[in-house]
């Protein structure tokens, strides 16, 4: 596989590139976001994840703004990801859209998902609509779709196909999912990559930690890495989140991603709405 660093980007269906490692913010205020993602940043992170349901866009658009201030980066520097919480009809997505933008600050989004498929064929028809108008208005500069099964997947491929994230570790690999969306190149992002540290002391990590002199968070992290996925691992510890960083000094072998691929049972860190209506 091609030589990865903090600093490779893959291509999205549309032209645009996204950083391999984002930073996940999932349960942290506006407050906590603000600090953590000022560290983030510090530390070479280039891709913030945050989302309407987790309330701190405000918080992580802050952090991003002074810091490019602070460095004299430019706005295209920082990718910024959030999500629509609710499929509740095209205005109020519309609507939903401008509130992100107004949280944030950041003059636009780089990235903006549908968080999920409750509400139905026709609500998430709408909140797709809605999004692809704030694209061309260039609000968003690209789109796409959270925790989808298959099924939410094929209903919007008469519209454009987006690039789903969804939860992706050795522990709960999708195959269904992740085999719909390479086939159609898609890139797929990994939520919850490091399991919530529930599988850290799998005999398999622990194996191939010693093996690698690496924490078992970063063994999770490169073999999503080498499966093509963009992690986004998140931590508020400032000596976690860099280490998550120290990934591409080491690889694993193809023997090892397969074996890690086999420990798959279907564990589920949070929600898992992709079977619904």
Not at 93 to 106: M, N, P, R, T, Y
Request: charged fraction near 25%; glycine fraction near 6%.
């Amino acid at each position: 596989m091609p030589v990865l660093t903090l600093q490779s980007t893959y291509k999205l269906k549309d032209g645009n590139e996204i950083p391999i490692l984002g930073f996940g913010t999932y349960e942290l205020n506006n407050s906590a976001a603000h600090s953590v993602v000022r560290w983030a940043l510090e530390a070479g992170y280039r891709h913030i994840d945050s989302a309407d349901w987790y309330d701190n866009e405000e918080g992580c658009g802050r952090a991003i703004r002074e810091f490019i201030k602070e460095t004299n980066l430019k706005r295209s520097d920082v990718f910024f990801t959030t999500k629509l919480k609710l499929n509740n009809g095209k205005a109020n997505v519309a609507k939903a859209i401008d509130k992100s933008l107004e949280e944030c600050g950041l003059g636009y989004i780089d990235l903006y998902l549908i968080h999920g498929p409750l509400g139905g064929p026709q609500m998430r028809r709408e909140s797709w609509e809605a999004i692809v108008e704030a694209q061309k208005e260039g609000k968003l500069k690209s789109i796409g779709i959270s925790t989808f099964g298959v099924r939410h997947l094929q209903e919007l491929s008469d519209t454009g196909l987006p690039d789903p994230v969804i939860d992706l570790h050795p522990f709960m690999t999708r195959t269904d999912v992740v085999k719909y969306c390479t086939e159609r190149g898609i890139v797929l992002e990994a939520w919850a990559p490091l399991t919530r540290g529930m599988r850290f002391q799998h005999p398999a990590i622990t194996a191939l930690s010693s093996k690698y002199n690496k924490e078992p968070a970063q063994i999770l992290l490169r073999y999503s890495l080498q499966k093509g996925y963009v992690p986004l691992p998140k931590s508020s510890n400032n000596e976690r989140l860099v280490s998550n960083t120290q990934i591409f000094d080491f690889e694993l072998q193809e023997e090892e991603v397969d074996h890690l691929d086999a420990l798959d049972e279907a564990l589920e860190t949070d929600w898992n709405p992709t079977d619904a209506p």
